[in-house]
């Protein structure tokens, strides 16, 4: 067996642990005599592992008694279109700050359904920076306001939760459980899947009860919060696989000593990529300081001619999936929880050996 240094933005690496574990689950899950794909949801085993789960995941976030946790299909995109028709009648306003790709694409999907306000816009400078706070147009009576913690694609971390009276909502999928959170100063949190928490076809949505009342009559079932609440994400069939592996990835977290611990380690990958980055005179990151993101670490190289032979040599080398995003170009390791200090260090490492040979 030969595992790659992984750096894919998503879907992204899995904790080796864990894929040991499905591995050995497969064909007999818990004494079933089945695997865990072929369990019925409503079952005694996947009803405790459902339960578990979200225990779990309470636990590793300090979620308040007062949240609900949902487990909906759909990824975070779909949750770009809940967001409004769970908390705005058609005519209310919405605000949303817009610093990157993914929070111009939320926006977009709820002027569908409501007004929406773009209360900031960092697109003047590629996204590369978190507009003043105090210079937001926020409305008075916005239903509530919508950002994105981190921007996957350029790279663009918030280290700070915004203020203000309007229920906050986060798309957090690139950057939940990298570090702990303040739970209780959000409105609704969510984040598809396949970056922190598991594979693809699982969503995580965390919301405040007392906004579970604010859908809109004509929703669709699916497409409602409450649905889901009332009936602990088995409104439908759920994604049951994906939802068997984010368990594992919950167990593994809690055993590495949980958020807070994975936060020191996030950070000391990250400040050595970016140490590494900026002392080197090959490579530069165009983000803002305050804003560079702990998860996601795009890096352009001096002579853009070079980038196939980066991309080539860096995968001879074991280090996968670097190409930057094409709206960036350049480079951008993904680090995520499950991809190891050791794969940061031989990055640098490659780094470094590249420049000397090509710089
Ligand atoms: C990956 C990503 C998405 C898209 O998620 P899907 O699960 O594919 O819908 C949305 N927002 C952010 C911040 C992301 O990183």
């Not at 864990?18 to 996947?46: A, N, Y």
């Not at 816009?121 to 950002?147: G, V």
């Not at 994105?148 to 203020?163: K, R, S």
């Not at 497409?223 to 994906?242: E, L």
Request: charged share 20%; net charge negative.
């Amino acid at each position: 067996m030969s595992r790659v240094f992984n750096f894919s933005a998503g879907p992204a690496a899995l904790p080796l642990e864990v894929l040991e574990q499905i591995q050995d689950d497969i064909p007999d899950w818990q004494g079933t005599g089945m695997s865990v794909m072929e369990c019925s949801h409503r079952g005694k085993e996947f009803v405790e592992l459902a339960a578990r789960a979200e225990a779990n995941l309470r636990k590793l976030l300090s979620i308040p008694d007062d949240y609900s946790v949902l487990f909906p299909q759909g990824g975070a995109t779909m949750q770009m279109a809940m967001a409004p028709l769970n908390l705005a009648a058609a005519g209310d306003r919405a605000d949303y700050v817009v610093t990157g790709s993914w929070g111009k694409k939320a926006a977009g999907e709820a002027a569908k359904f409501c007004d929406v306000n773009i209360a900031a816009d960092a697109s003047d400078r590629k996204f590369t920076y978190i507009p003043e706070e105090s210079s937001w147009s926020r409305s008075d009576n916005a239903a509530y306001l919508h950002y994105t913690p981190n921007e996957t694609i350029a790279g663009v971390e918030f280290h700070f939760i915004p203020g203000g009276d309007a229920p906050l909502v986060a798309d957090m999928s690139s950057t939940i459980l990298s570090r702990p959170v303040d739970v209780g100063r959000f409105g609704v949190i969510y984040a598809g899947a396949q970056k922190n928490i598991g594979p693809a076809g699982i969503t995580v949505v965390i919301v405040k009860n007392e906004l579970l009342d604010r859908a809109r009559n004509d929703n669709p079932h699916l497409m409602t919060w409450k649905s889901y609440a009332d009936s602990d994400s088995m409104t439908n069939t759920p994604p049951t696989f994906a939802w068997y592996v984010a368990d594992l990835v919950f167990r593994w977290l809690l055993e590495k000593g949980g958020v807070e611990a994975m936060a020191e380690v996030n950070a000391r990958k990250a400040n050595k990529l970016y140490a590494a980055i900026d002392r080197l005179d090959f490579y530069s990151n165009p983000v803002a300081k305050d804003c560079r993101s702990w998860m996601n670490v795009p890096f352009i190289l001096a002579d853009d001619s070079l980038d196939a032979s980066f991309l080539k040599k860096s995968k001879a080398a074991g280090l996968t999936n670097l190409k930057g995003h094409r709206s960036v170009g350049g480079m951008r390791a993904s680090i995520y929880n499950a991809v190891p200090e050791a794969a940061v260090d031989a990055l640098i490492d490659f780094m470094v050996e590249f420049e000397k040979t090509h710089g």
